[in-house]
């Protein structure tokens, strides 16, 4: 992408991805790559990437991976270790496209466990932190009942009309999604192991009543995590932090990329 532009599509994993981003370009300032949640998409995050570009000074870039807002579809179903897949095999081509140079991995839900797999299993020394907002490391019955409920929503509610303004094809953003969660083998899947490797600071952000996992998912990232690992539980704030208390999300996001700012500029002078 020889250009910053505002929003259009880059190439990665053998699909068209649509992009937006905001703030300097990856050759002027580090770089904010956000990850969206399992029925996210680019456009989901709302105002929230620009209003990071504006706290931090860095360029943010968000994506929709496969199968989700206006990019190409995702082949289904689903492999269960799909997010392995994500970080590992198109991740990294993303990066590449964009000309990432240095900076942040930032994601939300499957997204922070995305962003958490590829920092944990890819040796990427452009990537000096990541933030996980409601990460998931293995699966918990609560969670999944959630997402029972959720396929009833879909089924008999106004979520997949909901859906439908944001993702082109709905039917398959969910069921792409949907069916790999509610998939019986999928109760054991655990990538717990990734944190074991981390290498660089985390900053976990959690809602005390987020309904998808509880706060044993950070308690699992404290306890294994060699690099420092900054915790930030909001109350009053269910499963996405950025949502129901944005001004609190973005301000440990910024500060969080401020330290890591000071600790680049520390190295430099060492050096």
């Given amino acids: 992408m020889a250009h910053w532009q505002a929003e259009g599509f880059v190439t990665a994993g053998g699909k068209r991805l649509e992009y937006r981003c905001f703030g300097p370009e990856p050759t002027e300032a580090p770089t904010i790559v956000m990850l969206h949640e399992g029925l996210g998409s680019a456009g989901l995050w709302r105002d929230f990437p620009e209003k990071i570009a504006e706290a931090t000074g860095m ?156 706060l044993a998912q950070i308690e699992e990232l404290e306890s294994r995590a060699y690099s420092p690992v900054d915790t930030v539980v909001l109350d009053d704030c269910r499963h996405a932090p950025h949502q129901d208390q944005p001004d609190a999300t973005l301000a440990a996001i910024a500060e969080f990329a401020a330290r890591l700012e000071r600790i680049e500029a520390a190295e430099v002078e060492a050096a």
Avoid at 70 to 95: C, G, I, K, N
Avoid at 118 to 144: C, K, N
Wanted: proline share 4%; glycine share 8%; aromatic share 10%.
């Fill in 59 to 214: 360029g943010v870039f968000a994506y929709s991976r496969a199968g989700y807002g206006q990019s190409d579809r995702a082949d289904l179903p689903r492999p269960l270790d799909y997010m392995t897949r994500e970080a590992v095999a198109v991740l990294p081509q993303v990066l590449d496209a964009i000309g990432f140079r240095r900076g942040i991995l930032l994601g939300h839900s499957d997204g922070a466990t995305i962003a958490a797999i590829y920092a944990g299993s890819v040796e990427d020394f452009r990537v000096r932190g990541i933030v996980l907002m409601a990460p998931h490391f293995f699966t918990e019955d609560m969670g999944l009942a959630e997402i029972a409920r959720a396929k009833d929503l879909y089924e008999t509610g106004d979520l997949r009309e909901r859906m439908a303004r944001h993702h082109r094809d709905p039917d398959h953003t969910f069921r792409g999604w949907n069916d790999a969660w509610l998939d019986p083998a999928f109760a054991a899947w655990n990538v717990a192991e990734v944190i074991d490797y981390l290498r660089i600071p985390a900053l976990a952000i959690q809602g005390r009543q987020d309904q998808y996992g509880t």
